[in-house]
């Protein structure tokens, strides 16, 4: 009886009151899970990290190749199955690489017992003593001071397959941001919009005064349902349907012509053809230049550029739809194609256009992702006029200082700062044994003299060795750092508040 009593007992422990079945073990099961997955993709990326990083390969569906060390690239490309690897998927580089190593630090900070929202609320007050050091190293920076910006950007792009072009890239982005931001500094940049699309009617290759207006309709005769069909039978009835379609046609265009209208956009059409030969024979008699196959997502960059309106419908193709430029006109590019340029646009809206070449589209579109995050760079300083050393000087200043502050906090809170501040080294460590160097002699020497309170002390990996890496000009804006960390940790936080996944269909 007593044997029957205890397994009773035991068989009521996994039970609530309600008499479903609760699995303690589930939650616990489910974090390291989440934890293990996000862990998979920052190893993944972590090899890219740093001027020595190495490349990417990564092959999509289809079979189109890309080589890229742009972790942003990596994470977009990647086939992501677990949820939370897609949580870790939000960032660069550095964000998905403090997070996998945060995410490991809470691995064993739970294999001890400790509690996941303890853990969360501790790095919660890290971060925010982090962003309180990483404010305390920089220094600020004056938009004026050009030299500082392309020392910036050049840090940026000596990470990218590009680097050897970084002289001619970062002043280009330098200026692409400053133009933007402040119209008096002179460019030698495309100040206007740049269509990739060639002129379709070659009568008519330069506009001034240009009246630009953007149709989303087209310019060929209307067909009828799937359902119907149109059957002619005599040669009276063809030249009727040929006389109406011209006459159709003829309408749309002088109503065009009547608008003032001078340059003509036409979206891409899926259904029929966007603009007939006829329709362009039309255009063309009346001094209309035309540029087709504009893709739908360029709609709404391009009318905040130019200042014009899409039009859906011939009978809305009024003057107060058009948009104004000083100049369009098709330029060549040295025997390799043609570009559509309008430069003047009287709008309001402010844009400058970067024209990349390349060998293949392989280095075009490596080129473009590029100079995108040398533009990010500029465009932080901007935000927040703050420069602050790189080569993982911040990290290892962060890790010394909240070592530091995990000894004024009490009981398991100054355990899960401690292990936050370990964590951080992550990022010197990988910088290093990317470059060849012995990772824990190099975070050893880097914690010493960040510990004696030489802040500039970064990885030199030029030289191979530690260096005051502001008089090497490796700097990087202090809004970068500060959102690294902040991401980061919000993202690690994100996870360990997660207990259970729920598919549903």
Same mark, same amino acid.
């Given at each position: 009886?007593? +044997?029957?009593?205890?397994?009773?007992?035991?068989?009521?422990?996994?039970?609530?009151?309600?008499?479903?079945?609760?699995?303690? *073990?589930?939650?616990? $099961?489910?974090?390291?899970?989440?934890?293990?997955?996000?862990?998979?993709?920052?190893?993944?990326?972590?090899?890219?990290?740093?001027?020595?990083?190495?490349?990417?390969?990564?092959?999509?569906?289809?079979?189109?190749?890309?080589?890229?060390?742009?972790?942003?690239?990596?994470?977009?490309?990647?086939?992501?199955?677990?949820?939370?690897?897609?949580? %870790?998927?939000?960032?660069?580089?550095?964000?998905?690489?403090?997070?996998?190593?945060?995410?490991?630090?809470?691995?064993?900070?739970?294999?001890?017992?400790?509690?996941?929202?303890?853990?969360?609320?501790?790095? $919660?007050?890290?971060?925010?003593?982090?962003?309180?050091?990483?404010?305390?190293?920089?220094?600020?920076?004056?938009?004026?001071?050009?030299?500082?910006?392309?020392?910036?950007?050049?840090?940026?792009?000596?990470?990218?397959?590009?680097?050897?072009?970084?002289?001619?890239?970062?002043?280009?982005?330098? *200026?692409?941001?400053?133009?933007?931001?402040?119209?008096?500094?002179?460019? &030698?940049?495309?100040?206007?919009?740049?269509?990739?699309?060639?002129?379709?009617?070659?009568?008519?290759?330069?506009?001034?005064?240009?009246?630009?207006?953007?149709?989303?309709?087209?310019?060929?005769?209307?067909?009828?349902?799937?359902?119907?069909?149109?059957?002619?039978?005599?040669?009276?009835?063809?030249?009727?349907?040929?006389?109406?379609?011209?006459?159709?046609?003829?309408?749309?265009?002088? $109503?065009?012509?009547?608008?003032?209208?001078?340059?003509?956009?036409?979206?891409?059409?899926?259904?029929?053809?966007?603009?007939? *030969?006829? %329709?362009?024979?039309?255009?063309?008699?009346?001094?209309?230049?035309?540029?087709? !196959?504009? !893709?739908?997502?360029?709609?709404?960059?391009?009318?905040?550029?130019?200042?014009?309106?899409?039009?859906?419908?011939?009978?809305?193709?009024?003057?107060?739809?058009? &948009?104004? %430029?000083?100049?369009?006109?098709?330029?060549?590019?040295?025997?390799?194609?043609?570009?559509?340029?309008?430069?003047?646009?009287?709008?309001?809206?402010?844009?400058?256009?970067?024209?990349?070449?390349?060998?293949?589209?392989?280095?075009?579109?490596?080129?473009?992702?590029?100079?995108?995050?040398?533009?990010?760079?500029?465009?932080?300083?901007?935000?927040?006029?703050?420069?602050?050393?790189?080569?993982?000087?911040?990290?290892?200043?962060?890790?010394?200082?909240?070592?530091?502050?995990?000894?004024?906090?009490?009981?398991? +809170?100054?355990?899960?700062?401690? %292990?936050?501040?370990?964590?951080? +080294?992550?990022?010197?460590?990988?910088?290093? +044994?990317?470059?060849?160097?012995?990772?824990?002699?190099?975070?050893? !020497?880097?914690?010493?003299?960040?510990?004696?309170?030489?802040?500039?002390?970064?990885?030199?990996?030029?030289?191979?060795?530690?260096?005051?890496?502001?008089?090497?000009?490796?700097?990087?804006?202090?809004?970068?750092?500060?959102?690294?960390?902040?991401?980061?940790?919000?993202?690690?936080?994100?996870?360990?508040?997660?207990?259970?996944?729920?598919?549903?269909?």
């Amino acid at each position: 009886m007593p +044997e029957a009593m205890g397994s009773m007992r035991a068989s009521n422990m996994g039970r609530n009151k309600g008499g479903a079945y609760v699995d303690r *073990d589930k939650p616990a $099961q489910i974090r390291f899970s989440n934890i293990s997955a996000a862990k998979a993709v920052a190893d993944a990326v972590r090899t890219s990290l740093g001027p020595k990083g190495m490349d990417k390969m990564i092959q999509d569906e289809k079979g189109d190749v890309t080589i890229t060390n742009d972790g942003a690239t990596i994470l977009k490309q990647m086939q992501v199955l677990h949820p939370a690897a897609k949580m %870790a998927g939000d960032g660069t580089t550095s964000v998905v690489v403090i997070a996998g190593a945060l995410l490991e630090a809470c691995s064993k900070l739970l294999q001890r017992g400790i509690h996941p929202t303890t853990i969360s609320e501790s790095f $919660q007050k890290a971060v925010e003593k982090g962003v309180e050091v990483l404010t305390g190293m920089s220094r600020p920076v004056l938009l004026s001071d050009r030299e500082t910006l392309l020392n910036s950007a050049t840090t940026s792009l000596c990470s990218k397959v590009v680097s050897q072009y970084s002289s001619l890239l970062a002043p280009m982005s330098v *200026d692409a941001v400053m133009r933007v931001i402040d119209p008096a500094t002179a460019t &030698g940049l495309v100040e206007g919009l740049v269509l990739t699309q060639r002129i379709s009617n070659t009568g008519v290759s330069r506009v001034e005064k240009a009246r630009i207006g953007l149709i989303q309709f087209c310019l060929s005769p209307p067909k009828c349902d799937m359902d119907n069909q149109i059957v002619v039978s005599d040669y009276a009835q063809m030249d009727r349907v040929l006389r109406e379609e011209r006459a159709y046609i003829l309408n749309m265009v002088k $109503q065009i012509k009547k608008a003032g209208c001078n340059v003509l956009l036409i979206q891409k059409s899926i259904l029929r053809d966007a603009l007939s *030969d006829l %329709a362009l024979h039309f255009l063309n008699k009346m001094k209309i230049m035309v540029v087709k !196959e504009i !893709e739908r997502e360029d709609i709404e960059f391009i009318c905040k550029t130019l200042g014009t309106k899409p039009i859906a419908h011939i009978d809305h193709f009024i003057p107060e739809m058009l &948009g104004s %430029a000083e100049l369009a006109e098709e330029v060549s590019l040295d025997g390799s194609g043609k570009l559509v340029k309008i430069t003047g646009c009287a709008s309001p809206g402010k844009t400058v256009t970067i024209v990349v070449r390349g060998s293949n589209k392989l280095v075009i579109e490596e080129a473009e992702r590029s100079i995108h995050d040398a533009l990010c760079v500029i465009r932080c300083l901007v935000k927040r006029r703050a420069l602050i050393a790189g080569g993982g000087a911040p990290e290892i200043e962060l890790a010394v200082r909240l070592a530091e502050y995990s000894r004024t906090l009490a009981g398991m +809170e100054a355990y899960c700062v401690r %292990a936050y501040a370990d964590a951080l +080294e992550v990022i010197p460590s990988t910088l290093a +044994e990317n470059a060849g160097l012995n990772p824990i002699s190099t975070v050893t !020497e880097l914690r010493n003299r960040h510990a004696q309170g030489d802040k500039s002390a970064g990885i030199n990996v030029r030289k191979g060795g530690i260096s005051n890496i502001l008089e090497e000009l490796v700097v990087q804006p202090l809004l970068v750092s500060i959102s690294a960390l902040t991401l980061s940790t919000e993202t690690v936080r994100s996870i360990l508040k997660i207990d259970d996944v729920v598919n549903t269909r």
